[in-house]
């Protein structure tokens, strides 16, 4: 079974300041793929950024970057110029290479940024 | 264009009085999922289809079920709620169940249990 670890309940940015949330896994699948997904408060939970695990390079998307340390199980999300809409809690999570039913996310516990005017 | 819709948003149901959850969208997905997310913990997968075929987690309890009559419609029965079972409940779909396909998920329904 696959584990996610998310161990900081909460952190606070400044507003245009850049914050690195930290999440670790635990699984024996060798591919896989890894997740950060967005909750804002009262809306829907949106993906943010995708890694598979057999890609060496790092996802990007615009102002979020992921550092993947796959020895470690390693798997942190930077949000760089952080603005006030980034305000959420934010879930790692984790999916093994499936195509089939068994094909499911493990979450982590979630963190909650708020990014401070 | 609201994507995966959930009704109603909040719900207040009385201890072990029969309450149904509901989930549409408009994005004709083959995969519907519905999680469980209690107050600081990570969201539960309860169970999922895949068009009509029904997967329920090994550790969902039987007090909940779920139909889906069609693809756009998928809805969550809790037969006899406890105050146990006052969460968010979130629906999402999927176009497949690989992980290179997206899930999007609804914004929620907050079950009250009194």
């Known amino acids: 079974a696959q584990t996610v670890t998310q161990s900081q309940p909460e952190m606070s940015v400044q507003e245009a300041e850049t914050v690195t949330l930290s999440c670790t896994y635990d699984?024996?699948?060798?591919?896989?793929?890894l997740f950060w997904y967005k909750q804002p408060p009262s809306r829907q939970m949106i993906l943010v950024i995708r890694?598979?695990?057999?890609?060496?390079q790092n996802a990007t998307e615009n102002r979020f970057s992921v550092n993947f340390q796959k020895a470690a199980k390693s798997f942190s999300l930077k949000i760089s110029d952080s603005q006030l809409g980034d305000t959420a809690m934010y879930f790692c999570?984790?999916?093994?290479?499936?195509?089939?039913?068994?094909?499911?996310?493990?979450f982590g516990k979630g963190i909650t940024l708020s990014v401070r005017p | 264009d609201a994507m995966v819709i959930q009704n109603p948003r909040y719900q207040v149901t009385q201890f072990g009085k029969p309450v149904t959850l509901s989930c549409s969208q408009t994005?004709?997905?083959?995969?519907m999922y519905w999680y469980q997310q209690k107050s600081s913990q990570a969201p539960k997968l309860l169970f999922h289809?895949?068009?009509?075929?029904?997967?329920n987690e090994a550790d969902t309890p039987d007090n909940f079920q779920s139909r889906r009559p069609n693809t756009s419609f998928c809805f969550l029965d809790i037969r006899s709620p406890g105050l146990g079972d006052a969460a968010m409940y979130l629906c999402?779909?999927?176009?497949?169940?690989?992980?290179?396909?997206?899930?999007?998920f609804g914004p929620g329904t907050r079950l009250t249990v009194t």
């Open positions: 999402a779909t999927s176009r497949d169940y690989a992980a290179t396909y997206e899930q999007y």
């Open positions: 699984t024996s699948e060798s591919n896989y793929y």
């Open positions: 890694q598979e695990a057999y890609k060496q």
């Open positions: 999570a984790f999916m093994k290479f499936s195509t089939g039913a068994n094909s499911k996310l493990t």
């Open positions: 994005l004709n997905h083959n995969v």
């Open positions: 289809y895949y068009d009509k075929d029904f997967n």
